[in-house]
């Protein structure tokens, strides 16, 4: 048993254990930063206002990287989300309209509803006179839609479940260009 007859065998071996578990205890609470506030409603209209002012240069402000697919012709750029729970992108379709467009993540119709009329109310909110809006309810989920006399911007919230087999219902965020649906 040599290093017992080594004293400073063993303070160096103690201070190496000692020093790692102090550099794990860094690392495990550097990883586990507090998560960021939500924001508040105040905070939340200045950004959907930033948003829909960008609306007037085609999102210019938010466009770094795109990602171009090969089978549509879009332009994808991701960007910044104005709701919480939320992914955002900004699109420019092959015809050359552009939205600025957000997506919550999937689930049961009670959850899509929810999300949705918590945002409209907001949005609401946020964008008072001159803005319109006008509600829409179909088979499968509704709409609110902000609009603008005379303003090609349209600020567009929503909760459906798209056609096909799945069972989740979505919550989308559109602000831009008018969205149609595709001609049949």
């Known amino acids: 048993m ?8 063993l303070i160096m071996r103690a201070s190496a254990l000692v020093g790692g578990v102090g550099l794990l205890l860094l690392t495990g609470c550097a990883s586990q930063q507090a998560a960021a506030p939500n924001p508040t409603d105040a905070e939340l209209c200045a950004s959907l206002v930033d948003v829909v002012a960008q609306s007037e240069t085609r999102f210019r402000k938010f466009k770094t990287t795109p990602t171009i697919s090969p089978f549509s ?3 994808k750029w991701e960007t910044r989300a104005v709701f919480p729970s ?3 992108d900004v699109l420019e379709w092959a015809g050359g309209r552009t939205n600025y467009v957000c997506t919550w993540p999937e689930g049961a119709e009670a959850e899509a509803r929810a999300t ?7 949005i609401a909110g ?3 006179s ?3 809006k006008s509600e829409t309810r179909g088979q499968t989920g509704g709409a609110t839609t902000f609009t603008q006399p005379g303003k090609p911007t349209q600020v567009v919230m929503r909760y459906f479940k798209p056609r096909g087999v799945g069972q989740a219902w979505e919550t989308s965020l559109t602000i831009g260009d008018e ?3 595709a001609p049949r």
């Open 86 to 88: 939320s992914t955002c």
């Open 2 to 9: 040599q290093f017992f007859r080594n004293p400073g065998f």
């Open 130 to 132: 001159p803005w319109v």
């Open 116 to 122: 949705y009329e918590k945002n409209a109310g907001l």
């Open 126 to 128: 946020c964008l008072t």
């Open 73 to 75: 012709g879009m332009t």
């Open 179 to 181: 969205v149609t649906s």
